[in-house]
């Protein structure tokens, strides 16, 4: 605690005996409540002695979070927060924490929802999701809501998961408070102006009791604890650095680990987080803010015959073309809604005609390999102005990599593991925005822009006794590098399952030595390897997990927690359905029983996935 603190001595011990040893999932509770008492002080003033909160007469708020990565998580507890600050009363549930049958008597319902996949809910909110979808969904006239979808429109189901809810909660006979909002990935704009909409129409239709005052803790005290828990879960806020702030990491290491003649190129990155007080824990991500490439961003500008030196406004400052183009916006990233208003700036019928009704197919073709570069080049918009085209782009998101190292094994460090992204599409070579930067560019003694994503859905059991199965083919292997180092370090006597896959022995076994030595050492109880490459069938961990059905079974019988780390469209579909199946053999059961058993475990938090 620094000196300038305005806490008296007791006040700070009080504060320290709170925060120590508190969960991730307790430290995110109390900064959105603290978030509320924050918010209520700045606006009744500095010199407010108390905070304010709901009277027993204040109407009931209900918000309900389906999240995968944790946004969605975070926009509720800041609706809680607001809430809360209006007068409300206010009950916060993830969806698998949510008792369906309370749905009927809930008749103020705020839903934020990620969508993943196809279309998808988040894990923990499948269930909720059948239950609303299926028979047993009460009536619920008289019940208002609102819904906010967070996605990313470059995929097909643009926040499908959102339109569903709202769709299904009318349905059932639901009215809106505010019209459904669909937030592309950069959210944060659209989803305060969603939260600020949703009170003002509460207000109206619910007529809160004013808040009162109650004893307590001041205001100095109320912001000193509100700055101490905002920001990721997992840093408990002890730094500065954040998304819009980055902390400039230097490269301690940077090496390759895919071996000569393999068909990857995959990269170990080492970076250093000295003096930033940034901290994480096994399952978080490092978020790595991206700069597009300089020879891409000058052929876009002169396929637009635009002055690189004009001015354009951000969100945030005021650029030339050139440098909004590097920093500021996707160019890469093709999405329907690109080409919808780049379209509005042309006279190409055949743009039209792609984005006409019954097209979908023919659409997403056309999106699959191509760039904002493509477009521009193929359907030339005469006389564009630079405020017109900047208004198609999306802005430029960090990219996130699941963090291969254990803070408890390498103080003041992080790992990542990198698969470098080039192909050749449509007649041009083509490079991932951040892979091939941290490949190519990120050697050691460079800088790398760097902060901490938390993931509250991806963490070891509290529980060190608790064995962990692993599967992660490919660069999924990431978090359980981290995940292995952290039990160790900790001395955790709990059993390591690992299964992993690639697509060949000698050139693609990444981590092996360590692997071996984990093996060696008992860190590592069993490891199942496949490398689909090597023999005329290709084999996959799916078909290991085949294999070792029956033992996999009693792991998860003793009490196993079960972690997917890796590609969401393929491979984790096939683990989940040979999740089942090994389920249904080895536990005699149905198949109906087999996955509500594997239900179970998610809901249980036992099985937990971290897929793209």
């Not at 008296?8 to 978030?35: C, H, I, K, P, Y």
């Amino acid at each position: 605690m620094q000196e300038t603190t305005p806490l008296n001595a007791q006040q700070a011990l009080l504060l320290s005996q709170l925060v120590d040893g508190l969960s991730t999932e307790q430290l995110a509770w109390v900064r959105g409540f603290l978030a509320g008492i924050n918010h209520s002080v700045r606006h009744a003033g500095a010199q407010t002695p108390a905070f304010a909160t709901a009277s027993a007469a204040a109407p009931h708020l209900t918000i309900l979070y389906g999240s995968q990565t944790g946004h969605a998580q975070e926009v509720a507890e800041h609706a809680k927060a607001r809430a809360v600050d209006a007068g409300f009363k206010v009950d916060l549930f993830a969806m698998g924490d949510y008792k369906a049958s309370r749905l009927k008597t809930d008749k103020l319902l705020l839903v934020t929802v990620s969508t993943q996949g196809e279309g998808e809910p988040p894990d923990d909110a499948r269930d909720f999701c059948d239950f609303l979808h299926g028979a047993k969904a009460p009536k619920l006239e008289g019940t208002r809501f609102a819904v906010l979808g967070l996605g990313d429109s470059s995929y097909e189901k643009f926040c499908q998961a959102g339109k569903d809810f709202d769709v299904r909660l009318a349905e059932l006979g639901g009215e809106r408070l505010v019209a459904r909002v669909d937030s592309d990935v950069d959210y944060d704009a659209p989803a305060e102006r969603w939260i600020e909409d949703v009170i003002e129409a509460l207000k109206r239709v619910a007529a809160p009791a004013a808040p009162s005052p109650a004893k307590g803790i001041g205001s100095a005290e109320s912001l000193t604890l509100a700055a101490l828990t905002s920001g990721t879960p997992s840093a408990a806020a002890s730094s500065q650095y954040s998304r819009k702030r980055p902390f400039e990491a230097t490269v301690i290491e940077n090496i390759t680990l895919s071996g000569r003649g393999s068909s990857k190129e995959v990269h170990h990155v080492e970076l250093s987080l000295e003096g930033s007080g940034l901290t994480y824990e096994p399952g978080d991500a490092l978020g790595v803010v991206v700069t597009n490439d300089d020879v891409l961003v000058d052929n876009l500008i002169d396929a637009l015959a635009l002055d690189p030196q004009a001015t354009t406004t951000t969100q945030d400052s005021t650029l030339s073309l050139r440098d909004a183009f590097l920093r500021a916006y996707d160019i890469t990233t093709l999405s329907r809604g690109f080409l919808e208003k780049y379209a509005a700036l042309t006279d190409a019928t055949e743009l039209k005609a792609l984005l006409a009704a019954g097209n979908e197919t023919a659409l997403r073709d056309y999106l699959y390999g191509r760039d904002v570069l493509d477009v521009v080049r193929q359907f030339p918009a005469r006389k564009v102005k630079t405020a017109e085209f900047v208004g198609t782009l999306r802005t430029l998101q960090p990219r996130l990599y699941s963090i291969a190292s254990s803070l408890a094994a390498n103080p003041d460090a992080v790992h990542i593991t990198v698969g470098a992204v080039r192909y050749e599409s449509h007649d041009r070579s083509r490079r991932g925005v951040a892979s091939t930067y941290l490949a190519d560019v990120a050697r050691e003694g460079e800088t790398v822009p760097v902060y901490i994503e938390g993931n509250r859905n991806f963490k070891l059991p509290s529980d060190t006794n608790a064995p962990v199965i692993m599967i992660g083919p490919g660069t999924g292997i990431a978090p359980f590098r981290a995940f292995v180092e952290e039990r160790q370090a900790l001395d955790a006597p709990g059993k390591n399952w690992l299964f992993f896959g690639d697509r060949n022995f000698r050139t693609d076994f990444l981590y092996q030595r360590e692997w071996q030595r984990y093996v060696k050492d008992g860190a590592l109880t069993r490891i199942d390897l496949a490398f689909s490459r090597d023999s005329e069938d290709k084999v996959y961990v799916q078909h290991r997990m085949r294999e070792q059905g029956k033992a996999l079974y009693a792991w998860l019988q003793e009490g196993a927690h079960l972690y997917v780390c890796g590609d969401a469209d393929q491979m984790a579909r096939d683990v989940n359905t040979a999740l089942i199946d090994i389920v249904a053999e080895h536990g005699a059961l149905t198949q109906d029983a087999a996955a509500e058993y594997v239900k179970t475990l998610q809901r249980e938090k036992r099985y937990q996935r971290d897929v793209y």
